[in-house]
């Protein structure tokens, strides 16, 4: 609820800076599927590595942003993207060979600024874009019932870790009426986590993550 309210209050101050730079402000809102990539993982005290791998699982997110159109860049924009993923991890991969299932649940949210370009004539409109902002990492109690990668098998109690990450992207953009649109999106994001030794987990995880998902757009 904090990090929902904390979004909303960043979004309407982007909107109001973008009105008042006589910007075209809009407003999107999309789900769809997310497709995690193996990570690399270091335990960052016994330095064994291996690989952390995820099932695949939905995404959720909203942008507040704005074309520079009355500036006379209407191709150019700027936009927050706020990002929330779900996601259940599947087993542990240490470089030995050794593969532990793992029963854990993991959660991953982020808040980015992205530049944007797009194409400004026609119905649909592709663009591409790229940026960087915090990402959040949280990581349930989990168990595995084989020592891998520097753990035991009692598993770990869970842990938190907050980075600065980055990501690309690139969309169609579906024009429905003069201020409403559909799009489709594929995203691709990393950021290095590393999580506190006290909580039985002591890994560095280099997440990477592609995202497809569609949504709504409202220009205002």
Do not use: C
Not at 39 to 54: I, K, P, R, Y
Not at 101 to 129: K, M, Q, W
Not at 164 to 180: C, E, M
Not at 190 to 206: E, H, M, Q
Request: aromatic share 16%; glycine share 12%; proline share 3%.
């Amino acid at each position: 609820m904090k990090k929902t309210l904390y979004f909303l209050i960043v979004a309407f101050s982007f909107f109001l800076f973008a009105k008042s730079a006589n910007a075209g402000p809009y407003l999107s809102v999309y789900a769809g599927f997310t497709v995690p990539h193996d990570a690399n993982v270091t335990n960052n005290v016994t330095h064994e590595t291996g690989q952390m791998s995820f099932h695949n699982g939905l995404n959720f997110g909203a942008k507040a942003g704005y074309w520079f159109t009355d500036q006379g860049a209407p191709y150019l924009g700027l936009q927050l993207d706020a990002n929330t993923q779900n996601l259940k991890i599947r087993e542990l991969i240490a470089s030995t060979g050794v593969v532990a299932p793992v029963t854990s649940r993991a959660g991953f949210s982020s808040l980015t600024a992205n530049l944007i370009y797009r194409a400004v004539e026609g119905d649909i409109r592709p663009y591409i874009g790229a940026g960087a902002g915090v990402f959040y990492m949280n990581i349930g109690s989990g168990q595995k019932p084989i020592q891998a990668i520097g753990v035991g098998i009692n598993g770990w109690t869970g842990g938190t870790d907050t980075a600065i990450g980055y990501q690309v992207l690139a969309g169609l953009d579906f024009l429905i009426s003069k201020r409403l649109s559909f799009f489709g999106e594929y995203k691709f994001s990393t950021a290095k986590f590393s999580l506190d030794r006290k909580t039985w987990i002591p890994f560095d995880i280099t997440y990477k993550v592609s995202q497809v998902y569609g949504g709504l757009t409202y220009n205002f």
